[in-house]
């Protein structure tokens, strides 16, 4: 990395945490310990149940055992240190700590996006091509999508990453977040990033809009062929595996364009907390439940397992 300018390599960041109100720590910790505990408890016990039946091992739930484990991995790269530091005097990051906690955040928050994309192709095959299905989404092409998700978002994480914190932070260590996230730290940059900030923009468009315009094409025409269904039956449950998959991808993808489709310059540090809460804690809070209470198969799994 680049030494010259950058007074910050090698010393903390401060982060200023999600609330700056002193006496009301202790409740916000107990609340987000809370939620972080039922979110890593739902995502765990969604990949077991698809792990222990057998009729659950299909394309469509292994692509939902993926997103659980995404899930997992996201919410513990943030929320654990945001929880500690209502309870801590010291807010402190180090440079090492910051820098892996964005290139993994990136790294996850840009594979969920592929692989929301990925989920909805496979109900627009089970839906309008049924009787290809087993050809187009075979295991082999579930593991290349999954592996292709991963290996993309890994190099496009690695190469933010590394740009950004070669960048001279010389205004303050003082990060406005709660977390390390790219919009953050740039604000501590002093130097024109006005070139780079284009970079962003390209790659939200690409990993976050092209997804999910995929997504909103998909289950525009699943809703077609859904209506012209004779089965009431079929319908009812078409809708139904498509509407969650479609509330929760638009909760993520519209949070996440919000942050990473506007320029710098209109960024505030108070809605950009408020928004990344909905990315880092919500989703992965609501997708084990709107996926499994929603889903016949996986209640019924469950019901067996419980007796």
């Known amino acids: ?153 890994s190099v496009s994480a690695f190469m933010h990453t590394l740009y950004v914190f070669q960048l001279p932070f010389c205004r303050s260590r003082l990060i406005d977040h709660f977390f390390c996230e790219v919009p953050a730290l740039l604000s501590l940059v002093c130097q024109d990033t006005s070139q780079y900030e284009y970079t962003i923009l390209l790659s939200g468009f690409t990993i976050l809009l092209l997804p999910f315009l995929a997504i909103l094409a998909s289950y525009a025409r699943v809703l077609i062929v859904v209506f012209h269904m004779s089965s009431g039956k079929g319908q009812a449950k078409a809708v139904s595996t498509c509407s969650s998959h479609l509330s929760v991808a638009s909760l993520f993808y519209a949070t996440a364009l919000f942050t990473y489709t506007r320029p710098h310059s209109l960024h505030s540090p108070s809605q950009g907390k408020a928004v990344a809460v909905f990315y880092t804690i919500i989703t992965p809070l609501l997708n084990p439940f709107i996926y499994s209470l929603r889903n016949k198969e996986v209640m019924g799994t469950m019901r067996r397992l419980l007796g």
């Open 1 to 153: 990395m680049k030494t010259g300018k950058n007074q910050s390599v090698g010393t903390d960041f401060l982060l200023v945490g999600l609330f700056q109100y002193g006496r009301i720590n202790s409740l916000l910790f107990v609340i987000i310990a809370t939620l972080f505990t039922v979110a890593l408890t739902g995502n765990i016990m969604l990949i077991h149940l698809i792990r222990l039946d057998t009729r659950l091992h299909t394309p469509m739930y292994f692509l939902l055992s993926q997103l659980s484990i995404i899930d997992m991995m996201y919410i513990c790269t943030t929320v654990p240190k945001m929880a500690v530091n209502f309870l801590s005097k010291s807010k402190t990051i180090t440079f090492l700590g910051c820098e892996i906690q964005t290139y993994v955040f990136l790294v996850l928050g840009g594979t969920e996006a592929l692989l929301l994309g990925f989920m909805s192709y496979d109900r627009y095959v089970a839906i309008c091509h049924p009787l290809r299905y087993p050809i187009l989404m075979s295991k082999k092409i579930c593991c290349l999508m999954v592996a292709c998700a991963w290996a993309s978002s």
